[in-house]
């Protein structure tokens, strides 16, 4: 399995980054696109690995993850391309596997050196940065280039995003039948926290 290295930086000004990104020659890959994914469970149940299939608007991946810890390095995945969104799901669930999840996020792609550079807008929270890179070093200098305090970086899936601005748990992000651009849904706007 190959480790995914990245880093996430919360609640960032998009205009300011989109600035950052050109003013040092990064390069845009992909403007900002709808994407769709559905999450599955794993067949044993554990609660840090899943299946995803993911729309990308130019291509579509089939994903394996294991969230090992919340670590530059704790996350660990095989990602191969798929002809077909809609077959890759029948596959999935043809294995008996269950579905969790129907999710959708914006994804806007820039290219640094060697590191990816991803501004992520999912629903009901603010937009992020992610770096992946394939070495420590790369996300380190990258986020140094972009003014970024490695200190501040969070690690792993998004559920820890959504928790820092509400009161639940990573498992009930988890397990959200549908994460869409809708409305707060008043369930969740209530366990808003109060800081945002």
């Not at 989109?18 to 559905?38: H, K, P, S, Y």
């Not at 669930?93 to 914006?106: D, I, L, M, P």
């Not at 998004?158 to 397990?175: F, K, P, Q």
Request: proline share 4%.
């Amino acid at each position: 399995m190959q480790t995914e290295i990245e880093a996430k930086f919360t609640d960032i000004d998009v205009a300011a980054t989109r600035a950052g990104l050109r003013r040092v020659g990064a390069e845009l890959l992909q403007a900002e696109t709808l994407m769709r994914r559905r999450v599955y469970e794993h067949p044993t149940g554990k609660e840090n690995d899943w299946f995803r299939v993911r729309d990308e608007g130019n291509r579509v991946t089939m994903s394996y993850k294991k969230l090992e810890d919340r670590t530059l390095h704790g996350t660990k995945e095989i990602v191969f391309e798929v002809p077909s969104f809609d077959d890759a799901c029948r596959f999935l669930e043809a294995a008996h596997v269950r579905f969790v999840s129907y999710q959708e996020t914006k994804r806007e792609t820039w290219r640094l050196g060697g590191a990816d550079i991803t501004i992520d807008t999912w629903p009901w929270i603010p937009t992020f940065l992610e770096i992946e890179a394939p070495t420590e070093e790369g996300v380190r200098a990258t986020a140094e280039a972009l003014g970024l305090d490695m200190a501040a970086a969070t690690y792993g899936s998004v559920e820890n995003v959504y928790t820092a601005h509400y009161d639940v748990t990573e498992t009930e992000v988890c397990d959200w039948p549908e994460i869409t651009f809708t409305h707060v849904p008043a369930w969740l706007a209530a366990k808003r926290n109060q800081k945002n």
